[in-house]
């Protein structure tokens, strides 16, 4: 889905009470009764609430819906988008949002500018400014793809079916901004959270290339073991990732004194290494998860699988199994190592919260990367195509690079 913003700067005051109004009302009811958005927008006269109706209507935030008692009015992805774009330029989490550089089955990103960027970003995306300047929004769309087996599944989701995806989008959100800046603070090498509101994270932009699109490394070795590391490091911490593949890890190339690469001549490009970012945490689990064992090999399965196909390499270590991996971890009320897992329930994201939206994914079936990208599939995201088969919006032409 698009995200068409030329409305954002023109609602009234009074159209954004109305679409909050309709949000709040999506909550209880699948399609918000006239009378009740009357009443949630606490307007005074109903005049300025229909026509602020009508054009939330027409700039399809809210869609006229029909069911079996009355009229009424449901709250749209796009009127969702707009909700959580206003609160974040409120709050001063970004400037504006520019173009598309992901779309994944579940969430859209857009590169966006900060509220001290001096220009928003531009539409010919990847001519980027220094990354501190530029950050990304994530949309997260669950649901998009399994809507009908969202619809299918009707025992599970009851009368949740139409908030259901709001309501899911925004825990998935939540999570993974809970994660991500988690993990940041513990010295992990992942976006910088900056900002949630509802289904959208605001986050900074990791100047690398997906390891999909990463045809040789210089030291595959060395590459292999520091994710596998990384994997380690996750659980000593409490956490397996759950999709950690080619799809979710971006590298960064820096010289020996640490500065990004493209700031460098060509003549230093030897002196070059490799900085693995990780990326996408909506499905992330704790050790203590009754499934973690699979999670965990899962994650390592397809890094090895990954480096065999890609760069024909082999580790001849075995491992590392979950047992040990676990052993490393602190335990629930004391260990020498910071808790992720324990430190996210404690900050709002509890542990009821992690069930429903771990239910709904295994349920539906979603947000998960996971399987190692055949070559076929390689060569098509090479092409332009994203995982998906959806054509990605613009192509950053270093993602063919051989590093
Ligand atoms: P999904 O859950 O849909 O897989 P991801 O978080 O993996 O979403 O993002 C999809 C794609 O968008 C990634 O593969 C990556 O190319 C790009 N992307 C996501 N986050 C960032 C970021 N912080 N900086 C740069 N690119 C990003
Ligand atoms: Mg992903």
């Not at 139409?162 to 809970?178: C, T, V």
């Not at 996408?280 to 890094?303: G, W």
Request: glycine share 8%; aromatic share 8%; net charge neutral.
């Amino acid at each position: 889905m698009k995200l068409d913003t030329k409305h954002l700067r023109y609602l009234s005051n009074e159209d954004w009470r109305v679409l909050t109004a309709v949000e709040i009302g999506s909550k209880n009811h699948e399609v918000v009764p006239t009378p009740l958005i009357i009443q949630l927008s606490n307007l005074r006269g109903g005049s300025g609430v229909h026509k602020s109706i009508s054009t939330l209507a027409k700039a399809n935030l809210i869609a006229r819906t029909q069911n079996a008692k009355y009229d009424g009015y449901r709250l749209t992805y796009g009127g969702l988008d707009y909700l959580a774009l206003h609160t974040h330029l409120k709050r001063n989490a970004l400037y504006s949002t520019g173009p598309c550089i992901g779309a994944g089955k579940e969430s859209d990103i857009y590169l966006c500018a900060p509220p001290t960027a001096p220009n928003p970003p531009s539409k010919t995306s990847h001519q980027h400014q220094p990354d501190e300047q530029q950050c990304v929004l994530k949309i997260h769309r669950l649901g998009r793809i399994s809507f009908r087996s969202i619809k299918n599944n009707r025992d599970y989701l009851g009368k949740r079916q139409s908030a259901s995806w709001m309501y899911m989008s925004r825990l998935a959100a939540q999570k993974e901004f809970a994660f991500m800046k988690a993990l940041g603070e513990n010295g992990f090498n992942v976006p910088k959270a900056i900002a949630w509101s509802r289904h959208t994270v605001v986050m900074s932009l990791i100047e690398g290339i997906p390891l999909r699109a990463v045809k040789e490394v210089g030291d595959p070795a060395g590459l292999y073991s520091e994710l596998i590391e990384v994997i380690l490091r996750f659980a000593e911490h409490g956490l397996i990732h759950g999709d950690f593949n080619e799809f979710n890890i971006m590298l960064q190339t820096r010289g020996e004194d640490g500065a990004k690469a493209d700031a460098k001549g060509e003549a230093e490009q030897s002196s070059l290494s490799v900085i693995p970012y990780i990326i996408d945490f909506p499905q992330a689990v704790s050790v203590d998860h009754a499934d973690a064992k699979s999670y965990f090999d899962r994650d390592v399965h397809c890094i090895k699988t990954f480096f065999d196909r890609r760069f024909h390499f082999t580790s001849s270590e075995p491992g590392p199994y979950f047992e040990e991996a676990k052993a490393r971890a602190g335990g629930r009320k004391k260990g020498s190592c910071k808790r992720i897992d324990i430190d996210v329930e404690a900050s709002g994201f509890s542990r009821q919260m992690a069930k429903e939206l771990h239910k709904y994914m295994e349920t539906v079936g979603v947000n998960v990367d996971t399987g190692v990208t055949t070559d076929e599939e390689s060569s098509e995201s090479e092409e332009g195509n994203d995982k998906d088969g959806v054509p990605s919006e613009n192509v950053d032409p270093r993602e063919l690079l051989h590093i």
